[in-house]
């Protein structure tokens, strides 16, 4: 087996590398996006810890103010390039959904035995899966075919049956995957 020369960019090696950090977005090598899940949910966690007495169950916030904060600051450090890893496993979209969960039972004051299906009616919050797919359609939605070719024919495509346990597209998962009590 012949050993291969390493990659170079204007005469410097470039080293390989198990993830790599790119706009924000924690690449690996297979693509599954765990990594980055982890650090999206531990930087969310830590948003939501700057802002514990303001979402603590006993602020005199009103709630509406509380799910405006959790809307406003932490979904969106959660969730930041989602139609990027949208097709993860459903094991990293339960850890976000579970994430959610807790913070709405936070928002809501919500007793322990309340279902999480009622708290989201309740606080008419999308589960996250369903938000990142209206996510990811709005952004289809602005990209013309003229613009983007390859791009909308890729994404948008049905995924093929086959023994793949992950669809193609983050748009043919259901939304069963998320956490109900």
Same mark, same amino acid.
């Given at each position: 087996?012949?050993?291969?020369? +390493?990659?170079?960019?204007?005469?410097?090696?470039? +080293?390989?590398?198990?993830?790599?950090?790119?706009?924000?977005?924690?690449?690996?090598?297979?693509?599954?996006?765990?990594?980055?899940?982890?650090?999206?949910? $531990?930087?969310?966690?830590?948003?939501?810890?700057?802002?514990?007495?303001?979402?603590?169950?006993?602020? $005199?916030?009103?709630?509406?103010?509380? =799910?405006?904060?959790?809307?406003?600051?932490?979904? +969106?450090?959660?969730?930041? %390039?989602?139609?990027?890893?949208?097709?993860?496993?459903?094991?990293? =979209?339960?850890?976000?959904?579970?994430?959610?969960?807790?913070? =709405?039972?936070?928002?809501? %004051?919500?007793?322990?035995?309340?279902?999480?299906?009622?708290?989201?009616?309740? =606080?008419?919050? %999308?589960?996250?899966?369903?938000?990142?797919?209206?996510?990811?359609?709005?952004?289809?939605?602005?990209? $013309? /075919?003229?613009?983007? /070719?390859?791009?909308? $024919?890729?994404?948008?495509?049905?995924?093929? /049956?086959?023994?793949?346990?992950?669809?193609?597209?983050?748009?043919?998962?259901?939304?069963?995957?998320?956490?109900?009590?």
């Amino acid at each position: 087996m012949p050993i291969l020369n +390493p990659i170079q960019s204007f005469g410097q090696p470039v +080293p390989f590398v198990s993830e790599y950090k790119y706009l924000g977005l924690i690449l690996d090598a297979r693509l599954n996006f765990d990594s980055h899940i982890q650090k999206a949910v $531990t930087k969310a966690k830590n948003s939501s810890f700057a802002l514990g007495r303001l979402l603590a169950r006993k602020s $005199t916030l009103a709630v509406k103010h509380k =799910l405006l904060l959790y809307k406003s600051i932490i979904r +969106p450090v959660m969730l930041y %390039d989602s139609p990027i890893w949208g097709t993860t496993s459903i094991r990293n =979209l339960r850890k976000l959904q579970v994430f959610q969960d807790q913070q =709405l039972v936070r928002i809501a %004051d919500a007793p322990w035995y309340v279902r999480h299906k009622l708290i989201h009616q309740y =606080l008419k919050i %999308d589960p996250v899966l369903d938000f990142m797919k209206i996510i990811t359609k709005k952004i289809l939605r602005k990209i $013309t /075919p003229d613009s983007q /070719p390859i791009v909308t $024919t890729s994404t948008v495509r049905p995924a093929v /049956p086959s023994s793949r346990k992950r669809p193609k597209t983050m748009l043919d998962y259901t939304s069963g995957c998320h956490h109900n009590r």
